[in-house]
């Protein structure tokens, strides 16, 4: 069976600066943290494998297909920072816009779709402000609905870029549970992730990175001081 996702000796670099140097890496059915120091590289893999940035050598591959044949079936949520919350759109319609795919290219949002829209929102908790405005919501709103969106998608791969960034615990908390739901049915989930001690708790497997693959693989092998000296310089923590 082919993996989720796969990448194999990717090279990116920024202004000739190596950023990701030799990737080779295949990610195993659960939930994934992606760490490493600042400048580690660990949002450029998503970014460079999903074409949204360049790389200069490498491939990845989704479920053992390129990204166009394997679309549908890949979900990304980015950081907060790269997104208009001044867009005038509210909650739903931001959610709804993951079932574009499904819709006519004319007209308004077909009812079936909404709805399916807002079970997503339901399902993080935010049904309620379906028709607020998105920069009318909290921090952690913001991001449970930007994973609602994903959730609506219908994805069976999910890349995410620090959900649990500046959150708060109720939203850290509804975010975890809504990540091993999806797990238990069947999902995989790459989550790039700062928060060492969450770890051992949460995750089913870690990829540490330091520009290069520092170690790989289930938590209870890979997630060792030894592996996190090697990649934070001998100083664990949030980063």
């Known amino acids: 069976?082919?993996?989720?996702?796969?990448?194999?000796?990717?090279?990116?670099?920024?202004?000739?600066?190596?950023?990701?140097?030799?990737?080779?890496?295949?990610?195993?059915?659960?939930?994934?943290?992606?760490?490493?120091?600042?400048?580690?590289?660990?949002?450029?893999?998503?970014?460079?494998?999903?074409?949204?940035?360049?790389?200069?050598?490498?491939?990845?591959?989704?479920?053992?297909?390129?990204?166009?044949?394997?679309?549908?079936?890949?979900?990304?949520?980015?950081?907060?920072?790269?997104?208009?919350?001044?867009?005038?759109?509210?909650?739903l319609d931001v959610v709804a816009m993951a079932r574009l795919p499904r819709m006519r290219w004319w007209g308004s949002v077909p009812r079936?779709?909404?709805?399916?829209?807002?079970?997503?929102?339901?399902?993080?908790?935010?049904?309620?402000?379906?028709?607020?405005?998105?920069?009318?919501l909290s921090g952690g709103q913001q991001q449970r609905v930007f994973l609602a969106r994903a959730l609506a998608q219908g994805a069976d791969l999910f890349l995410m870029d620090e959900p649990l960034a500046a959150v708060d615990a109720v939203t850290e908390q509804t975010i975890l549970a809504v990540l091993h739901s999806l797990v238990e049915e069947g999902k995989t989930v790459?989550?790039?992730?700062?928060?060492?001690?969450?770890?051992?708790?949460?995750?089913?497997?870690?990829?540490?990175?330091?520009?290069?693959?520092v170690a790989a693989g289930p938590v209870a092998e890979s997630f060792t001081e030894a592996s996190i000296a090697a990649a934070f310089g001998g100083l664990p923590g949030r980063a």
Do not use: C
């Open 1 to 91: 069976m082919n993996p989720p996702f796969a990448v194999e000796g990717l090279n990116v670099s920024y202004a000739g600066r190596p950023a990701l140097t030799n990737v080779t890496w295949a990610a195993a059915p659960g939930l994934t943290a992606i760490l490493g120091p600042n400048g580690a590289g660990k949002s450029t893999l998503l970014k460079a494998a999903l074409g949204l940035i360049p790389s200069d050598s490498g491939k990845a591959r989704f479920f053992g297909q390129s990204l166009e044949q394997a679309r549908s079936r890949v979900a990304y949520l980015p950081q907060r920072a790269s997104v208009d919350w001044d867009f005038p759109a509210s909650a």
């Open 190 to 213: 790459l989550m790039v992730h700062h928060d060492l001690s969450l770890i051992a708790a949460h995750f089913d497997h870690v990829l540490i990175l330091a520009e290069h693959v």
């Open 112 to 136: 079936a779709e909404r709805e399916a829209a807002r079970v997503a929102l339901d399902s993080v908790g935010l049904v309620e402000f379906a028709d607020r405005q998105i920069g009318r």
